[in-house]
């Protein structure tokens, strides 16, 4: 029990438990459902904590105990640094990991082990829903599972992930993309929205809603995949203050890392970014 579950007085929670039941679309799931959160040296603590909490605070009328089962699984049950210093240890590793119903898998620090692929390409073909959040994008289209889909990741890395994996539908401007049995959350905090959206998907509205509330949470992202519009813009490069057109990082005018491009000069923060660039320059010049 998390010390905030703690200090909440029964009558709080159990208020914030008022929903209806899912409409008659809708089909009770099997409970708990188990959730998997991916863990790997160096992963973005925002983006597995967010939907972890949100996933916490679920509270089903007519259900005894969480709805939802949550654990971590890496490489291997090691202590693992992830942003920020903090130190996790996984529950499991991948070779004694369970079957999750869902997978969630956030930004992680370094290139995915063939462990980490391996396992999401089988567990991907059991599990209810596979979500990534920000970068995370990256590891699912590493094991083949976005092609063929729509999916969204950091607005930094649209570009990159559209010039890397070309099977990949990549949309600009979306909090989250929801693809059937896989989504994708934008950056960061944009896990959390996506999490309250897979809650709504499965539980109904007044469930998310009351999560949302138990939460004090304010963002209404959630309730519109369409609320990251601004990043649908290309961001405008000037001579006084050029952007890298891979990442949008403000770019010394100064800087040797150069290239022409049909009659366009453009200014690189990184020899990695032009060399993406030059890949696919079509992706960095909508």
Known sequence: MSRLHALLPALCLASAAIAAEPTASQQRPKLPISVAFVLAEGAEVVDFAGPWGVF?????????????????????????????????????GFGDAPMPDVVVVPAIGAEPSPA???????????????????????????????????????HSALGMLAANYPKVDVKRGARFVDSGRVATAGG?????????????????????????????????GWKDPTSNAEFAKRPVSTAEHPLCPVCGMEVDPTSTLALDHEGQHHLFCSENCRKTFQKAPKSFVW
């Open 56 to 92: 916490e605070y679920v509270n089903v009328p007519g259900s005894s105990g969480s709805p939802y089962k949550l654990f971590t699984v890496a490489d291997a049950k090691r202590p693992l640094k992830v942003s920020g210093g903090l130190t996790v240890v996984p529950d499991f």
């Open 188 to 220: 960061l905090t944009s896990g959390v929205d996506l999490a309250l959206h897979v809650v709504e998907r499965t539980f109904g509205r007044k469930v998310a809603e009351a999560t949302a509330t138990q939460l004090e949470y304010q963002g209404i």
């Open 116 to 154: 980490m692929l391996a396992w999401l390409k089988k567990v991907s073909a059991h599990a209810e829903l596979t979500l990534s959040v920000c970068t995370g994008a990256f590891v699912l289209a590493s094991a083949g599972i976005l092609d063929g889909k729509q999916a969204t990741t950091h």
